[in-house]
Each structure stands twice: as structure tokens, then as C-alpha cells.
């Protein structure tokens, strides 16, 4: 049987059988410090599935940074150091590896985040792996589950503009990369969101249908889905289609108090799973790296 009859979620239950443990089931991991904790968030993007070569290589030392720093802010966290692997065939131009580390020192730059460098290795493609180290106070931490009946739902933004780069790039619009990449992780809601009573955290990285199942999942909750948070959506199927995309790395997250200056997603329920804004309850869960019928950048249109 071949990993994508099984997809993503099984493959990692098996994973953590092979291991005998019990999977933490967050985006980073939680290591303890009696007063703190540090955070451990690790992330790959890879040539002809996340990104092309032709693409601007500094957009994608930047987009390898943000989506690493995005796991550090869904658990109220603040970046300290980051390492990356490289992997590059050798018949790379120099200049493409330089402009990649000067996107990543910018990008880290912008963050207050230190290079501590990393691992050089040859490939027969390119393949870039992040690993940042973070911390946050004990208790002051987000998790994916915490979520209680009667809390809202909320997003820290509207979203639509990178789910509709990623579709039309596969319709054959090539220039779309760089909607694709230019992504902001939400390290600047520190502050307000660490005043807030914020029960439940995940960042939308692949869709809102999976991002909201996996809240539901890990609180055991139902979750309902009551405004269309997608901006100018121009039909229920593009609704459905940019729910299902993702890539925007909003953060999610569910309150019992009522929050302005956020959208409103929806309501935690009593229950299990989530039900969409026309009812249907079973909806898929969204982007999965093996079943998915497209990656996040394809070479073949």
C-alpha cells in the first residue's frame, strides 16, 4: 500500500505507534524549562513542490523564515534563533544560494531572530529545512486544544489572496508566485492576543476545514462555521475552494469573550467535528500532503 492510500493523518498515527508514544499533536514542540517553555518548530519546502527555481530566490528564504516564525506565534511565542539545512544540486548558480540567504538573514532581520546556522548538503534537488527555536512563558502558551462550548471562533484576518494565487497558478498564471510566498506570520499580535483569554491556537497553513477539524479534534468540540471570512468571494464553490487551500497562515483561534478587531469565524458547540456555513457537517478536512490532488506549487500545470 503506497502512503498516499493512507494519507498525512494516518501515516503520522503510525509514526508515533512505531515510537510507542503518544503524539503531542501540535505544530511545534514543548520542551520545559520550569518557568518556560522553549518552542521547536520545524518546517521543509521543497523545489517543484513548494516553490520553482526560476522563482525569486529571496522570496523563498523569506517565505522559508515566515512559515517557520508562523508556528512560533500560534503558540504566543518570540522567535530566538533559527537553523536551516540546505540541500542544492551542484549544478546550482552560486548566485541563486546567495540571494536565498540574504531573503532569510533579511527576513529573520525583521524579526529580532538570530541565524545559528545549520547543516550543507548535495541533492539532486533543492530542499530547504527550517528549525527556530522560541520560548514563552508557562501559561501563557497557545495549544490546539483548550476550546469550550460557547467560545467564538475568530481569525486574525480575512483571507482569500493566497488561496487564490495557489488555484490560479494552477489555471496557468505563473506570475502568481509571488502572492504564493508573500505571506506575514502574525509575530505582531503578540501583545494584544497574550492580553486576551485565547482557550485554542493553530495558524490556517492548510485550509480552514482542516485547521477548525483539528481544533474540534483536539478540544472535542463541534465547531460551526457562521460568517464566509474569505474577502469578495465570488461564488459558494470559490467559498469552498479557499476554506479548502489554505495557505494564507492567519491565525485561528476561539475566546469566550467577544474580541474586536477580528473576524468572526464562528461558535464552539457541544459535540464533534464542524459544521459549514450551509449546514453540511462531514466536510473534508482539507489540504493533505499525500492525497491532495495538487501541491503548493506545481511544476506540471
Same mark, same amino acid.
Given at each position: =500500500?503506497?502512503?498516499?492510500?493512507?494519507?498525512?493523518?494516518?501515516?503520522?498515527?503510525?509514526?508515533?505507534?512505531?515510537?510507542?508514544?503518544?503524539?503531542?499533536?501540535?505544530?511545534? /514542540?514543548?520542551?520545559?524549562?520550569?518557568?518556560?517553555?522553549?518552542? +521547536?518548530?520545524?518546517? *521543509?519546502?521543497?523545489?517543484?513542490? %513548494?516553490?520553482?527555481?526560476?522563482? $525569486? &530566490?529571496?522570496?523563498?528564504?523569506?517565505?522559508?523564515?515566515?512559515?517557520?516564525?508562523?508556528?512560533?506565534?500560534?503558540? @504566543?511565542?518570540? &522567535?530566538?534563533? =533559527? =537553523?536551516?539545512?540546505?540541500?542544492?544540486?551542484?549544478?546550482?548558480?552560486?548566485?541563486? !544560494?546567495?540571494?536565498?540567504?540574504?531573503?532569510?538573514?533579511?527576513?529573520?532581520?525583521?524579526?529580532?531572530?538570530?541565524?545559528?546556522?545549520?547543516?550543507?548538503?548535495?541533492?539532486?534537488?533543492?530542499?530547504?529545512?527550517? +528549525?527556530?527555536?522560541?520560548?514563552?512563558?508557562?501559561?501563557?502558551?497557545?495549544?490546539?486544544?483548550?476550546?469550550?462550548?460557547?467560545?467564538?471562533?475568530?481569525?486574525?484576518?480575512?483571507?482569500?489572496?493566497?488561496?487564490? !494565487?495557489?488555484? $490560479?497558478?494552477?489555471?496557468?498564471?505563473?506570475?502568481?508566485?509571488?502572492?504564493?510566498?508573500?505571506?506575514? &506570520?502574525?509575530?505582531? +499580535? %503578540?501583545?494584544?492576543?497574550?492580553?486576551?483569554?485565547?482557550?485554542?491556537?493553530?495558524?490556517?497553513?492548510?485550509? #480552514?476545514?482542516?485547521?477548525?477539524?483539528?481544533?474540534?479534534?483536539?478540544?472535542?468540540?463541534?465547531?460551526?462555521?457562521? /460568517?464566509?471570512?474569505?474577502?469578495?468571494?465570488?461564488?459558494?464553490?470559490?467559498? #469552498?475552494?479557499?476554506?479548502? *487551500?489554505?495557505?494564507?497562515?492567519?491565525?485561528?483561534? *476561539?475566546? &469566550?469573550?467577544?474580541?474586536?478587531?477580528?473576524?468572526?469565524?464562528?461558535?464552539?458547540?457541544?459535540?464533534?467535528?464542524?459544521?459549514?456555513?450551509?449546514?453540511?457537517?462531514?466536510?473534508?478536512?482539507?489540504?493533505? %500532503?499525500?492525497?491532495?490532488?495538487?501541491?503548493?506549487?506545481?511544476? @506540471?500545470?
Amino acid at each position: =500500500m503506497e502512503i498516499k492510500d493512507i494519507g498525512e493523518r494516518k501515516l503520522i498515527d503510525k509514526i508515533w505507534k512505531i515510537f510507542e508514544e503518544k503524539n503531542e499533536d501540535e505544530d511545534v /514542540h514543548f520542551f520545559d524549562l520550569g518557568k518556560r517553555y522553549m518552542l +521547536l518548530a520545524m518546517d *521543509t519546502i521543497n523545489e517543484g513542490f %513548494h516553490f520553482e527555481k526560476w522563482w $525569486d &530566490p529571496k522570496l523563498v528564504g523569506k517565505f522559508l523564515v515566515d512559515i517557520n516564525l508562523s508556528d512560533i506565534a500560534s503558540k @504566543n511565542g518570540k &522567535p530566538l534563533e =533559527m =537553523m536551516v539545512s540546505f540541500s542544492f544540486p551542484r549544478t546550482l548558480d552560486e548566485k541563486w !544560494a546567495e540571494q536565498l540567504v540574504m531573503g532569510i538573514r533579511d527576513e529573520l532581520g525583521r524579526f529580532d531572530t538570530k541565524f545559528s546556522g545549520g547543516d550543507l548538503k548535495e541533492s539532486k534537488k533543492i530542499s530547504l529545512t527550517g +528549525l527556530v527555536l522560541g520560548e514563552v512563558k508557562k501559561g501563557k502558551e497557545f495549544r490546539r486544544s483548550g476550546a469550550k462550548p460557547g467560545d467564538f471562533v475568530y481569525i486574525s484576518s480575512t483571507i482569500g489572496k493566497n488561496e487564490r !494565487a495557489i488555484l $490560479d497558478y494552477h489555471k496557468g498564471e505563473r506570475g502568481k508566485f509571488r502572492e504564493i510566498l508573500e505571506i506575514n &506570520p502574525r509575530l505582531d +499580535l %503578540h501583545n494584544s492576543l497574550s492580553k486576551s483569554r485565547v482557550t485554542s491556537c493553530i495558524d490556517n497553513s492548510d485550509g #480552514v476545514y482542516k485547521s477548525l477539524n483539528i481544533l474540534s479534534s483536539m478540544s472535542r468540540v463541534k465547531i460551526k462555521i457562521e /460568517h464566509d471570512i474569505s474577502k469578495d468571494s465570488r461564488s459558494e464553490k470559490e467559498r #469552498v475552494s479557499i476554506f479548502s *487551500t489554505g495557505g494564507d497562515y492567519e491565525l485561528l483561534f *476561539t475566546s &469566550p469573550d467577544r474580541l474586536m478587531g477580528y473576524p468572526l469565524v464562528g461558535r464552539v458547540l457541544k459535540g464533534k467535528g464542524i459544521a459549514d456555513l450551509n449546514g453540511k457537517s462531514g466536510i473534508a478536512t482539507g489540504y493533505d %500532503h499525500f492525497r491532495s490532488n495538487f501541491g503548493r506549487s506545481p511544476k @506540471n500545470l
